[in-house]
């Protein structure tokens, strides 16, 4: 299928900078074809970390963090537009996945007796909301903290909204979608998630974030934990077959610190590379649980992941040029719920019905040693 010519031509980029209040600033990043403008929007602590998010995608361009020394460093794959990536489906670096994030099998689902077939644009399967999902589609900025009601200068947030009409690649129902980015003083980046719907519908929100705590390089020997005694056992196309099968005595057995690149020769694909989906220990049934830890041990840097959702997409690219053939440059760590939960009743349900308010949060909570 063939991309729409809005995705295929440049941007023209304009670098004026307006103040929203006291820790946002706003400058437009680029233009759509049709004249729309691509807003940016940094978020700006006390500690001068910072955390910038455009409204195309509602994509986390860029997210700076101070190493141990108190130097601040992009800690994700910096968002800079050209015409090639805008028109390219991967990588989807950093914005929000919808309307259902990871695999759909066969592209297709029944709700309520009623059959829905969606977009197959990774055949014959579904993935990551359809060819134009919410990572290619223009959010609108409501206001700091919007969602809550919160207007103090104080709330270091931005909240980005996007209605995705009633079948928008194949999916039932109006589902109107909000998304706030907070960045506190104790340098946690807070992403929460809330959606409603006028249909019985499906959601499964992430952010698809790309992190390197180097700021560069290779992150095979970034160090991580992942709280996970299971995790999704799948098919030879990664789609899930309903076993929550055990970590221990495989690859991906995180329970301890390990390095990211101990055990990934031992990986059953040839790109010697991790895209699974772990079972989360949840300490909280409702509220926030400890998800995973990564680390870097020449900055200092350490970042742990809690959150209220019950999975954890473990996701290694490479991404970097400049890279040994078997290098991996970022490593994604993508909070959501389990792949392809529609046909697994035994799955956390992701079903979102009228009345009903789909909320989620994941913090993002950086410190240094």
């Known amino acids: 299928m063939p991309l729409p010519a809005l995705l295929r031509t440049a941007l023209v980029l304009v670098v004026t900078a307006t103040v929203v209040d006291a820790s946002v600033t706003h400058r437009v990043f680029g233009r759509l074809p049709d004249g729309r403008a691509i807003d940016a929007y940094t978020i700006t602590n006390e500690h001068g970390a910072t955390a910038t998010v455009i409204t195309y995608g509602a994509i986390l361009a860029d997210l700076r963090m101070p190493d141990r020394g108190g130097h601040l460093g992009s800690v994700v794959h910096v968002t800079a537009f050209s015409p090639e990536n805008l028109a ?8 929000v996945i919808g309307r259902v994030a990871n695999r759909i099998a066969y592209a297709r689902f ?4 009623h059959e829905y077939r969606l977009a197959a644009n990774l055949p014959p399967h579904h993935l990551h909301g359809g060819v134009i999902g919410f990572d290619k589609v223009l959010w609108h900025f409501e206001a700091p903290d919007s969602a809550t009601g919160a207007t103090s200068p104080s709330t270091n947030s931005v909240t980005l909204g996007y209605l995705s009409r009633d079948g928008e690649e194949g ?16 340098n946690v ?5 809330t959606a409603t719907t006028d249909k019985p519908t499906i959601v499964n929100l992430t952010n698809h974030s790309y992190f390197n705590l180097a700021g560069g390089g290779d992150v095979r020997d970034e160090v991580l934990e992942i709280n996970a005694d299971r995790y999704t056992a799948t098919d030879a196309l990664a789609i899930p077959t309903g076993d929550l099968a055990a ?5 991906l057995d995180f329970r301890r610190p390990t390095a990211v690149g101990a055990r990934s020769a031992a990986l059953a694909n040839h790109w010697f590379r991790y895209d699974h989906s772990f079972v989360l220990n949840r300490s909280s049934p409702d509220g926030l649980s400890f998800a995973a830890r990564l680390s870097d041990p020449t ?14 997409q473990l996701y290694t690219s490479k991404l970097n040029g400049d890279l040994s053939p078997d290098g991996v440059g970022f490593v994604c760590l993508e909070t959501q719920h389990f ?17 009903e308010t789909y909320r989620e949060t994941t913090e993002y909570r950086f410190s240094a040693r």
């Open 339 to 355: 792949p392809d939960a529609i046909h697994h009743p035994n799955f956390p349900s992701i079903v979102l019905r009228p009345g």
């Open 88 to 95: 390219n489906h991967f990588p989807k670096a950093g914005p």
């Open 189 to 193: 980046l807070r992403i929460g998630y």
């Open 171 to 186: 999916y039932p129902g109006n589902l109107d979608v909000r998304v706030t980015y907070t960045l506190t003083d104790t």
């Open 247 to 251: 970590v221990a005595g495989t690859p």
């Open 110 to 113: 029944t709700l309520d007796g």
């Open 299 to 312: 900055s200092g840097r350490v970042l742990d992941v809690w959150t209220t959702q019950p999975g954890l």
